[in-house]
């Protein structure tokens, strides 16, 4: 059974600030996401990715098979991106998607 | 127009209750699914139909019977409802099984007293 870790759990930052979010997983993946979910509840799908880099406006998600690690970074963070933040890993089998307990990012006017 | 949609998005309930909780989604997806998010927001798979067929069943009690009449709809009904069930439940559908985006249902806050 893949373990997914994110780390931190719980990030503060200024607005403006470059933000980076961490996720590891313990075994070999066919492709992973990141998922947002806002106070009000909803989840979003950020990215699915397998391999490499993907940027979506000021969201740029990155993965190393060979470490087992993603990141999620944000430029020039708003108080918009305040939200929760969550990696999950897909292992290609019958099991579905297996979930990190999320990050709670607050940005600071 | 919503593309998945979850109704009710608030349910207050007695233990031993007998309730459903309806999806549906207008993406032409084959494949749906049931998540549950505990209490401390975390996320885990219950139930995914692809084609109306279901492919896994993770440790769910069964209390909990997902129903899909077409691949458009996939309803979960809860039996005996119980005092742990408090949770949200969020639908979700992906174009096919596998490695595909997801879309998510605004979740259903289940509140068993």
């Known amino acids: 059974k893949n373990e997914v870790e994110q780390s931190p759990q719980n990030l503060t930052a200024q607005e403006g600030e470059f933000i980076t979010i961490n996720c590891s997983y313990s075994?070999?993946?066919?492709?992973l996401h990141w998922l947002q979910q806002h106070p009000g509840g909803g989840i979003v799908s950020l990215f699915m990715?397998?391999?490499g880099k993907k940027k979506h406006g000021r969201l740029i998600a990155t993965i190393n098979i060979q470490e087992k690690h993603s990141s999620l970074h944000i430029t020039a963070s708003h108080p918009r991106d305040s939200a929760v933040y969550i990696c999950?890993?897909?292992?290609?089998?019958?099991?579905?998607?297996?979930f990190g307990k999320g990050t709670h990012l607050i940005i600071q006017p | 127009d919503t593309a998945v949609s979850q109704t009710p998005k608030y349910l207050v309930t007695q233990m031993g209750n007998d309730k459903s909780i309806k999806c549906e989604q207008n993406l032409g997806h084959d494949t749906m699914y049931w998540y549950k998010q505990d209490s401390k927001k975390f996320l885990k798979i219950m139930f995914s139909y692809n084609n109306k067929e279901l492919i896994i069943n993770e440790t769910v009690p069964n209390r909990f019977s997902p129903k899909s009449p077409d691949k458009a709809h996939l309803n979960l009904h809860i039996n005996s409802l119980e005092l742990g069930d408090s949770a949200v439940y969020f639908c979700a559908s992906s174009l096919q099984w596998g490695n595909e985006k997801l879309f998510f249902g605004s979740g259903t806050q289940l509140s068993v007293l």
């Open positions: 999950a890993v897909n292992g290609g089998g019958a099991d579905g998607l297996t």
């Open positions: 990715l397998s391999s």
């Open positions: 075994v070999g993946i066919s492709a």
